[in-house]
DNA sequence: TGGAATTGATAAACCGGTATAGCTCCTGCA
DNA sequence: TGCAGGAGCTATACCGGTTTATCAATTCCA
């Protein structure tokens, strides 16, 4: 027989329907011998709870979602994604829940989302990621009462429960070692003004700059895009006094800068020293290698995971779980100015 | 009042559930008065269907699957897989149909996330991707009668619907071009040999060989890697006579190439014509940038998920989708042989 | 030894929809 | 005038689980 129900166990068993729900949900109310044959027929019979049937009594449906909200043109080329997934899916399969995945075109379509989903008992929980300064989602998500978790996003007042990295310390981290390297002139070609992580990177640079003795150290904004990236450096580079490092806050920017450095015949590291923020073959697979920060995106998104579990189970605590510090990778973009 | 259910708008409209299913439904049994004023009080109460509910009832879950078996590490540099899974979203996003999205280590697992599926009913199908020779998923999936479609997989006898695009075209484009430059030592940087597309493509370049004239085209398999691209590459160009043009079935791969082939000084386009049969933002950001194939792997998705729908609703009928032909985007790295 | 508490089980309600049998009223036609 | 047939709607069973009220049999304790 196909698909069996609890019905066709109980019947097997000779017994009730509600004795087999509580022997294969470990729950009392049948003797050790009962539960006992009930699990083995049910493993002979390769029962498996019906999702459906068990999320309508329950309400709870095992699956919880993530949306991206980024053109998909921009995605992909990262790594980072794929990582956090894997991560993300590692940490949910202990408990064999499932993950919803959706790339959006943008913050608006991603609240839908989010509606029709808590409207349509969809997930148990979504995860977030690319946390803006008064982000609108998170009120949102609290009106809908779907339990949530940042990604990199750290927690303050009334904030919903996070795992994040110190993005303040990570960029000191390499602004400090290019000024150990004894560079005095770093510009920092950051991503779009609104994340938070943009924002905190901007701050560590600037709070930096008179400690370490830097004579100019400009953050200037883009959408993260390989042509931003590419644009701005040629700016960089064209000015009289031009920097002698950049730090990108994307291994693709910095790849895109790497390119227009090699066009317009700055030599790296001779000339210019570059960082990227985010590590990944991409970063590896130039020449010169390139020198990037890197962070161990797997667990990150395990962490999410774990905690968006236990979110779930308790709504009224607010985790906030700080997840290693990233690293630098020095590789072959990085020297002493000449 | 939170979540309403049809039981709450049949009262407010003075009518019986059964009613409001069939007004929602539109199907016939309510008059069209009727039908309009639960409609409206539907929408007024921002009612929407509980998915688990419906699930159970008209067994259904509106979500299909997709499952990745590539190890993580691999995966994410290709933005393949991004514009992919966006072109699946938005032929699913039509009727509104969830996807459940798996990243696992080997085709072992991704059996197991099939049965489970099908055990617990949380899709309705699923996608294929990578398809081999003798492929272990189709009769697993026609086992568990699982609706699915093949991406990339030409159909044969006894095959599952697929939606493809045609590998050997592509490939004979490629060879043609180059040697229409002039190449007559053109070698082949192969993916893994058991893909079914790996193979159609090493036997277009093995039967266009005599007719182009080309006195050697081997065809070199790899895992996918840019680390073996690299190596097959620094093989290929420490031969005496070592070929004029490579074409490589990876965008990352060819970036590789590029690398050794800079590295050991021999020039590009100069020395060496790189072809990669996959276009991405990677083939654009290198100097030079790649000439590469494109393909409209967007609408490869969307298409996709059409098919599965369609298959889904008639799974007797079997479905064979031929998407565009790709084009081959001339750049910076082809030039005649010197 | 009798009444209370506990154990192990059952029957039935319930979750929120869909599907179906059946009922009422109205219309059309012989 | 009578009756077949259909439109419009209701009542109810059902999907496959979970949960609760109930109950019989046993154990505990005064």
Do not use: C
């Amino acid at each position: 027989m196909a698909r069996p129900t609890i019905a066709d166990i109980a019947n097997r068993a000779g017994v009730s329907k509600g004795a087999v729900s509580f022997a294969l949900n470990g729950r009392p109310g049948v003797s050790d011998a009962t539960r006992e044959r009930i699990l083995r027929i049910a493993e002979q019979m390769s029962w498996r709870p019906h999702s459906a049937a068990r999320a309508l009594g329950a309400s709870r449906v095992d699956s919880v979602g993530m949306v991206i909200a980024r053109p998909a043109r921009t995605l992909g080329v990262e790594p980072f994604f794929a990582h956090l997934l894997s991560g993300v899916q590692s940490g949910l399969s202990a408990e064999s829940i499932s993950l919803q995945l959706l790339i959006v075109e943008d913050t608006a379509a991603e609240i839908e989302v989010y509606r029709r989903w808590a409207s349509e008992h969809r997930v148990d929980g979504v995860i977030l990621v690319d946390l803006t300064v008064k982000d609108p989602r998170v009120d949102e998500l609290k009106a809908l009462e779907l339990p949530a978790v940042v990604i990199g996003g750290r927690g303050g007042k009334g904030a919903l429960p996070s795992v994040w990295a110190d993005d303040r310390e990570a960029m000191l981290s390499i602004v400090e070692y290019l000024a150990a390297l004894g560079h005095r002139r770093i510009a920092h070609v950051a991503g779009t003004p609104n994340f938070q992580h943009t924002q905190r990177r901007i701050r560590a640079v600037k709070d930096a700059a008179p400690r370490l003795g830097l004579v100019d150290a400009p953050s200037l904004t883009t959408d993260f895009s390989d042509a931003e990236g590419a644009a701005i450096t040629r700016k960089l580079l064209s000015q009289a006094q031009r920097p002698t490092a950049i730090v990108y806050d994307s291994d693709v920017m910095a790849v895109a800068g790497l390119g227009v450095a090699m066009e317009m015949g700055v030599a790296v590291p001779g000339d210019l020293s570059i960082v990227a923020f985010d590590d990944s073959i991409l970063t590896q697979l130039m020449h010169p290698a390139l020198t990037a920060l890197s962070r161990d995106t797997f667990d990150f998104g395990r962490q999410a995971a774990e905690v968006l579990l236990e979110t779930i189970a308790d709504p009224t605590q607010v985790i906030n779980r700080r997840s290693p510090d990233p690293v630098l990778t020095v590789r072959e973009s990085t020297a002493p100015p000449t």
